[in-house]
Every structure is written in structure tokens, then in C-alpha cells.
Nanobody, 126 residues
Framework: QVQLVESGGGSVQAGGSLRLSCAAS????????MGWFRQAPGKEREGVAR????????YYAESVKGRFTISQDNPKNTVYLQMNNLSPEDTGMYYC???????????????????WGQGTQVTVSS
């Protein structure tokens, strides 16, 4: 089992920045891909960014390219999501997820991620 705990959410004004953290514990050796997803009120959950733990390959949703950066600190079993130039459209609950499958396989398919965090709220005001 892998446990994930997110932190770093909050409220910011448009144009501001936040950094989310996701700390993994448990059977972390089984993780091949970690991703960030978000869900806005009344909308479906969507993929934002993912990172291959072994190769470091990065993947981003078009809506966040150039503004968000996903990174990892392997010794700390932690993945980060640096979010810059935030807009109200980025508001939502942000979830960290871990998969035993490669990122090239998981894509944004949520059923391929077997561990999820509890989420951290991000609110961007105009």
C-alpha cells in the first residue's frame, strides 16, 4: 500500500503562485508514475501533470503548460507541483496520485492510479 499526503494549497489572487507537495509513504518502491489531478466544482476530475519516477519524463495538460512545473525529490519520496501565473480557472481540489504503471501507459486515466491523496484546495480569486 502507498499512502499519499498533499499539502500547500491555499487562496491566492490571479497571477500568484503556489507550490503543492505530495509525500508518499509505504510501498514507495512500487511507484512508477506520480500525477497531479484537479477537480473544479461541478466538473470532472482532470489530469494536470505527471512524472515518471525512474526516467524523470514530464507530462503536462495543455492548459497548464508553461505555468506549472512538476518535480520530484526521490530521497524524500515527495513530488511537487509549482504553479505560477494562476488564474481563477485553476481553482479546485488538487489530488496527488501514484501508479505502479509507467506514465506512458497511465496517461490521464484515473483508474490506472492505485493510490490517491485526500486532496488540497486551491482557490484563485480575480
Amino acid at each position: 500500500q502507498v499512502q499519499l499526503v498533499e499539502s500547500g494549497g491555499g487562496s491566492v489572487q490571479a497571477g500568484g503562485s503556489l507550490r503543492l507537495s505530495c509525500a508518499a509513504s509505504g510501498y514507495t518502491y512500487s511507484i512508477n508514475c506520480m500525477g497531479w489531478f484537479r477537480q473544479a466544482p461541478g466538473k470532472e476530475r482532470e489530469g494536470v501533470a505527471r512524472i515518471s519516477i525512474n526516467s524523470g519524463q514530464l507530462y503536462y495538460a495543455e492548459s497548464v503548460k508553461g505555468r506549472f512545473t512538476i518535480s520530484q525529490d526521490n530521497p524524500k519520496n515527495t513530488v511537487y507541483l509549482q504553479m505560477n501565473n494562476l488564474s481563477p480557472e485553476d481553482t479546485g481540489m488538487y489530488y496527488c496520485a501514484a501508479s505502479r504503471y509507467a506514465c506512458s501507459y497511465t496517461a490521464w486515466a484515473m483508474h490506472t492510479y492505485n493510490s490517491w491523496g485526500q486532496g488540497t484546495q486551491v482557490t484563485v480569486s480575480s
